[in-house]
């Protein structure tokens, strides 16, 4: 047999191959048993190891589970209703502090005493003006009074100071204790309205006359005003004795806890 150059053996080759793929083989590499086994998409032949991929980094605000997919909430503070009202009450406070409308209460006071408890209260107990204890610590009704009112509060209604709203007509002490003047009340009237206007009470109480007749802009006697349910702005209003009253005529508590008694009906607190 003639000995072919390698250059020949090559053309041969390709020639020979070319014919092949016109005639429609693929596979080279196998005998045409081996190939008829074997699938003819390259793509389903075993493909080499799969390189690991890393995994993905957590995303800090999502939270990832098989089922679920949570977006974070917002990290942001967002201020509550309680907050609004009790900033919108120190804003108040704030003012009361600088007021200097009534030459004789300012002259005397120690300091203003704005109120105190829950803005958010249903219940709102309203006196005259502070007294000297009250003056000295800046809160209404921390003295004799403030601890019957306290257990009429507790003791009589159930309820826990904490949980009303407590102020008077007044926000400075009037010289020994004196009933505040007319003008004085008109005075701080503003303050009061819009201090109701944030704490928004569905029942008020007023302690005493004074109490009574400046919020109901009446000239009536308290023995008059009790046992009745008036209104302020859609509030209900029941009018009973001050306790420092009661202090000086332990029998008038009895009426007293009728006018509590009321109030509670009111509340749906009694039957
Ligand atoms: S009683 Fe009221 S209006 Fe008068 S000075 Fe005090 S805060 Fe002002």
Known sequence: MEKLSKTSLNYYLSEYLEDLMRAGVKDFRRTPSQAAQTPSDESELPQPAAKPTPKPKREPDVQTTPELRVVAPQTKKVESPEDERAKALAEIAAQVAQCKFCPNLVANRTQTVFGSGDPYAELCFIGEGPGAEEDARGVPFVGRSGQLLTDMIEKGMKLKRESVFICNIVRCRPPQNRNPERQEADNCRPFLDATLDVVKPKYICCLGSIAATNLLKVDSPIGKLRGTVHD????????????????????????????????????????
């Open 232 to 271: 302020y702005n859609g509030a209900k209003v029941v009018c009973t004795y001050h306790p420092a009253y009661l202090l000086r005529n332990p029998p008038a508590k009895k009426q007293a806890w009728e006018d509590l008694q009321l109030l509670m009906r009111e509340m749906g607190l009694l039957e």
